[in-house]
């Protein structure tokens, strides 16, 4: 296939997973900004993509409940009109969502067709952002995904890496649940997505909104004594983590306490899951003490 693969997003933890791949060109600040929507068109006009990755977003959680304006152009603006550019060009979006579109709950994993409730202005600018690309007309894969970590960047499983190492005792959120994914298995699912594009054209019955996370799905603090599991085989040092209640460690912006997601509508339509998040979770904790020990 000619064109490339324009991935958004810089030096986050998705598009960084992505950077490597063959045909991926990667785009960030200051070149790319969704605050100067001016750089948006002409990045895009410069790669002539054959498939456009949007990985660009404001993920300050609780940050966003005071800068509601930043979040929305970063989640909801930026995303318009990098779906309207793509729509122009008969070119598909894969769009990556989030899990914090839902209220939490529900008692069980959360589908595609679930009535979404955000709970904070993180949530809903995300929201925002799905119906303006699902609008722009664009042939639109939009992935919701949840928990995001890598081996690099900040994210939960480095953060415990870090603050662990000289404590022995922390408290993490158990009553809150989702799906850890790695963003190595986010970015896996995404090239297999462009490859079954690439395979079969673009089809009516890809477009639309689909789950993609770690299989299997754990707490938080489940998540931080699984790292502290894994680091031990490294040597390091494993303190204890007790749980916590939501109302134990309050934050700006209210959380989900269930995000779990069911993936089988990606498997079903693309033949695309995720691996075991415990199992992903091993991989990457083994490339932090390779590549940046905490």
Not at 131 to 157: C, D, H, P, Q
């Amino acid at each position: 296939m000619t064109g490339s693969i324009f991935v958004t997003g810089g030096s986050g933890q998705l598009a960084s997973a992505l950077a490597s791949a063959p045909g991926v060109v990667v785009v960030g600040r200051p070149d790319f900004d969704f605050d100067r929507p001016e750089t948006i068109e002409a990045s895009f006009r410069a790669a002539a993509p054959r498939l456009v990755v949007n990985g660009a977003a404001y993920t300050a959680v609780d940050a966003a409940e005071t800068d509601s304006d930043a979040a929305y152009r970063a989640d909801r603006d930026g995303p318009a009109l990098l779906a309207r550019l793509c729509a122009e060009a008969d070119i598909p979006l894969i769009h990556v969502s989030t899990d914090y579109v839902f209220d939490g709950t529900k008692a069980s994993p959360y589908v595609e067709t679930d009535p979404v409730g955000p709970q904070g202005v993180y949530g809903a600018s995300k929201l925002a952002g799905e119906e303006a690309v699902m609008a722009s007309g664009a042939k639109a894969v939009i992935l919701r995904t949840a928990w995001v970590y890598a081996a690099t960047g900040k994210n939960f499983v480095r953060t415990m890496l870090a603050v662990g190492k000289s404590r022995p005792r922390l408290t993490v959120v158990a009553d809150q649940v989702g799906c850890p994914t790695a963003a190595a298995d986010l970015g896996d699912a995404i090239l297999a997505i462009a490859a079954r594009l690439d395979s079969t054209g673009w089809r009516a019955e890809y477009r639309g909104i689909y789950h993609a996370a770690g299989t299997g799905s754990t707490s938080w603090q489940g998540l931080a004594v699984a790292t502290f599991e894994e680091a031990a085989r490294h040597g390091a040092n494993v303190p204890e983590v007790a749980p916590i209640r939501t109302e134990d460690w309050p934050t700006p912006a209210k959380r989900p306490a269930n995000s779990r997601l069911d993936c089988s509508k990606l498997r079903d339509v693309f033949g695309v899951s995720l691996p075991p998040w415990r199992d992903s979770l091993a991989r990457t904790v083994d490339r932090i003490f390779e590549i940046a020990p905490p």
